[in-house]
């Protein structure tokens, strides 16, 4: 019985060390949860010192979304033996240089998806079909006034490069002033611009003049990368010429450059929609236009 009572006691002796030590443990990790949130501050200071320095600035990210799947007897469908699949691409780049007296910006967009069905029993459907075609091109010059005003000149080409290059195609030019309240801001006010488009054909596209607003908004907060860019035409001719496109890409750090993406975008474009629907421009059924794409992302 006595070394019963021994026994009992050293237990709860060990018990009680343990305890104590994972409380002092505990207790340490508090500090350096303190210095880690410090040291986060210094090195994300820096950084805004380094991003502020002049020079050329070049970085890229992009999204890489895939599925595939396949039904063999699988009588519960309509199509018992199938192959699916779906392949979604995304890239945005940049190379910005900024000095003290002019900056010139420059990014670009791809984003490419294809989608397919295969019904084993119908032939003519194996392969992939395009479902997302986005390629745009920008080009900004500006000469500084003070540190957040600036002349500027800006060039934005945008068409799709798979299943149609350059038809149709949308180049703008346009001058007037930019506003750069911070490093990751930057808007574009152009009054005079013109909305060139190259298409083949007896299209209902018309190349028309008038204003071009453009933000973009690009930055890195911790572990998450943002790109939002809106880009809006307003013409002067005519309202059914008007058409504003805005995407949002978003990457969240996991592993190294690895992490997961989200790419979406929005358009508004009563030309491209005529064209689509073979009708008159004024008769066509305007709808918004969107896609989305989640996957895996990488940041370079």
């Not at 690009?218 to 496109?245: E, G, P």
């Amino acid at each position: 019985m006595k070394k019963l009572s021994i026994l009992i006691l050293l237990v709860c002796v060990s018990y009680s060390a343990n305890a104590q030590t994972a409380e002092e443990l505990k207790k340490e990790i508090a500090p350096k949860k303190a210095e880690i949130a410090k040291l986060q501050g210094e090195v994300k200071a820096l950084q805004n010192k380094i991003d502020a320095l002049p020079g050329w600035k070049k970085g890229a990210f992009g999204t890489i979304g895939a599925s595939f799947s396949g039904f063999n007897n699988w009588f519960s469908r309509n199509a018992p033996d199938a192959n699916a699949g779906n392949i979604g691409i995304t890239v945005n780049a940049y190379a910005n240089l900024i000095e003290d007296k002019f900056f010139w910006r420059n990014s670009g967009n791809i984003n490419l998806g294809w989608v397919k069905l295969d019904d084993k029993s119908i032939s003519g459907d194996e392969g992939f079909e395009t479902a997302t075609d986005v390629f745009t091109l920008t080009s900004l010059y500006g000469k500084r006034l003070n540190k957040k005003w600036a002349l500027s000149a800006l060039a934005e080409y945008r068409t799709t490069i798979i299943d149609n290059f350059n038809n149709p195609g949308f180049l703008d030019f346009g001058v007037g002033f930019t506003w750069t309240p911070t490093s990751r801001l930057v808007v574009v006010m152009h009054p005079a611009n013109y909305n060139t488009i190259f298409s083949k054909g007896d299209t209902v596209f018309t190349s028309s003049p008038g204003g071009k607003l453009v933000a973009d908004y690009t930055a890195t907060h911790y572990k998450i990368t943002v790109k939002s860019n809106f880009s809006l035409f307003a013409s002067y001719r005519d309202s059914n010429l008007s058409n504003w496109t805005w995407t949002n890409s978003f990457g969240y750090k996991l592993w190294k450059g690895i992490g997961l993406g989200l790419e979406v975008g929005l358009r508004d474009n009563q030309q491209e929609a005529a064209n689509s629907q073979g009708v008159a421009l004024i008769d066509a059924d305007n709808k918004l236009q969107s896609f989305w794409l989640l996957g895996l992302s990488y940041g370079f």
